[in-house]
């Protein structure tokens, strides 16, 4: 069976399992940023184990299940927990879920993660949208034959394509604008995702600010690459759990992400509720 045939078979797995929902938005959560997916009304609850070909997420702070149903009363599909490159995925496995979301019917994604801040204003617990990204992985997961049949609108799945605007800027105003009415400010930053799974050194930290970037992980923008290839626009936003390492005066541990993750949570759920009945008309994906 070819990688194509699989991530058919699962998008036809789950809409199967969805019924009459339709949902043309994406959200995934990353560490411990699940509080959203407790916001949906009604939902339907798929772990990710039930699902053909699909990869198990092996983090703690990562639950794995889709929940999908009405968030704010606008139909989402969201992905609690992702897998990683770290945890032995290959780039297509860690890229599954993203392209069975896209024959699934999804044209807008939601891309959040738990980053380390590298800029000096960053504080923990400050959410950030991201502007753009480095990809730092060492590997692109589209690299082999292209594969065109995942495009999801007309200019898609072409083998080279522009990654100029690829964190929409429709969808970071539109995020700022909420964020304002949520009562924060949203900064814009620049995500450089590494493979993990040890955190960086000091010394790769000043590498990566004098690189451009201001955030640090070790997810999404395998995601995005994808999504872009899809023809899916992407929002990004990041949570800063901690100062990246130099920055701060204690040890980084995964334990100090998902704190910081577990105190935002409640407020990165109430951004995209706010978000979520926005997001179609955005990028004119109503139908
Ligand atoms: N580095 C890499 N990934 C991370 C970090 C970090 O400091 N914090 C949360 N995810």
Same mark, same amino acid.
């Given at each position: ?45 798929? /772990? ?5 070909? %699909? ?25 609690? @927990? ?8 290959? /780039? ?57 049949? %995942?495009?999801?609108?007309? +200019? ?9 605007? *690829? ?15 949520? @009562?924060?400010?949203?900064?814009? @930053? ?8 040890? %955190? ?12 451009? *970037? ?28 901690? =100062? ?7 040890? =980084? ?16 759920? +109430? ?9 179609? +008309? ?6």
């Amino acid at each position: 069976m070819t990688y194509y045939d699989q991530v058919a078979e699962a998008a036809a797995f789950l809409k199967s399992r969805l019924g009459s929902l339709a949902p043309k938005v994406g959200i995934v959560l990353g560490s411990g940023l699940g509080a959203a997916a407790q916001a949906v009304a009604n939902p339907v609850i798929v /772990p990710y184990a039930e699902i053909p070909h %699909f990869p198990q997420s092996t983090v703690e702070g990562h639950s794995g299940r889709i929940v999908a149903g009405a968030l704010n009363g606008s139909p989402v599909v969201i992905m609690q @927990g992702r897998v990683h490159y770290y945890e032995g995925y290959s /780039p297509l496995e860690v890229t599954f879920p993203m392209r069975v979301l896209g024959l699934l019917g999804v044209r807008v994604v939601v891309l959040t993660n738990a980053a380390g801040g590298i800029h000096a204003e960053y504080h923990p617990g400050q959410l950030v949208l991201l502007a753009d990204h480095i990809n730092q992985m060492g590997w692109n997961p589209l690299n082999g034959p292209n594969e065109p049949r %995942f495009a999801v609108r007309p +200019a898609a799945g072409l083998r080279f394509f522009d990654m100029t605007e *690829a964190y929409s800027k429709a969808l970071r105003a539109l995020a700022k604008k909420a964020a304002l009415e949520e @009562g924060f400010s949203l900064e814009e @930053g620049v995500y450089l995702a590494t493979p993990g799974p040890s %955190f960086e050194t000091p010394a790769e930290i000043r590498a990566f600010r004098a690189l451009g *970037a201001t955030l640090v992980g070790m997810s999404t923008v395998p995601e995005t690459i994808v999504a872009r290839h899809m023809g899916i626009e992407v929002l990004g936003i990041s949570c800063v759990t901690n =100062l990246a390492a130099g920055l701060g005066s204690t040890p =980084l541990s995964h334990e100090e992400v998902s704190e910081t993750g577990r105190q935002v949570e409640n407020r990165l759920a +109430a951004l995209l509720k706010r978000l979520a009945p926005r997001i179609p +008309a955005t990028v004119g994906a109503e139908s």
